[in-house]
Structures are given as structure tokens and as C-alpha cells.
């Protein structure tokens, strides 16, 4: 199972928390071929972000690899992820498909309340 675009290769998943987070690395498998994710945009604390949102400035960026079994690690800056209640990952492009696959996202870190 996996999450497709439908219009265009942008996606964006809004991830709440019940504590807060110290987030410390992100892993994205992505889809076969130009289908993968090519970039990531991080943002922290904007609940219910939206594509309009997403203009704004992220607090990190990651270009991303085409990884099909899950291992890479994309290590965030944890001064800027140590107090997370909220977390928006934007997807912006891939790697030329007109649409984008993701199967699995990963968030390492500590949970508090």
C-alpha cells in the first residue's frame, strides 16, 4: 500500500503528536522509478498546513535519494526539532512522473508529554 499525488508530483502529510518530539532523523521509501520523492521540506508547530502554507520557509530541507528499501537516513538539526507538537512534511517534486509514490515514512526521535 502507498500514498500517490493525484493532480501533480506535490504531496503534504500534516503528523500531530500527542507529546512533544525531539525529532532526530527522517526515512522516506518512495516509489520505482521518477515516481520517488526528489525533495522534503520540514515544518514544525503549524497544525492543519496546507499546500498554501508550504511557501514559507521550512526549517530544513533534504534532497532525497531514490532509496526502494527504506535504509536511509536523512539526520534532522535537532536544535530545531527538539520541541515538536506538530510536524508537516512537503513533498515538492520527484523525480520527473507526474505523479509521487511514498510506502513507508520514518521518524526517529523522544517522546515526551
Known amino acids: 500500500q502507498f500514498v500517490e499525488s493525484d493532480d501533480d508530483e506535490e504531496l503534504l502529510f500534516n503528523v500531530p503528536f500527542t507529546g512533544n518530539v525531539k525529532l532526530k532523523a527522517v526515512m522516506v521509501l518512495g516509489g520505482e522509478g521518477g515516481t520517488h520523492p526528489a525533495e ?23 534532497a532525497l535519494s531514490r532509496d526502494l528499501t527504506g535504509e536511509l537516513e536523512y539526520p534532522t538539526k535537532i536544535a530545531r526539532f527538539s520541541n515538536v507538537y506538530h510536524l508537516s512534511m512537503h513533498f515538492p517534486k520527484n523525480f520527473g512522473a507526474e505523479t509521487t509514490k511514498i510506502f513507508y515514512i520514518g521518524l526517529k526521535g523522544e517522546w515526551t508529554e
Open 40 to 62: 522534503l521540506r520540514l515544518f514544525k508547530n503549524i497544525p492543519h498546513m496546507s499546500f498554501d502554507d508550504a511557501a514559507k520557509e521550512p526549517e530544513q530541507t533534504f
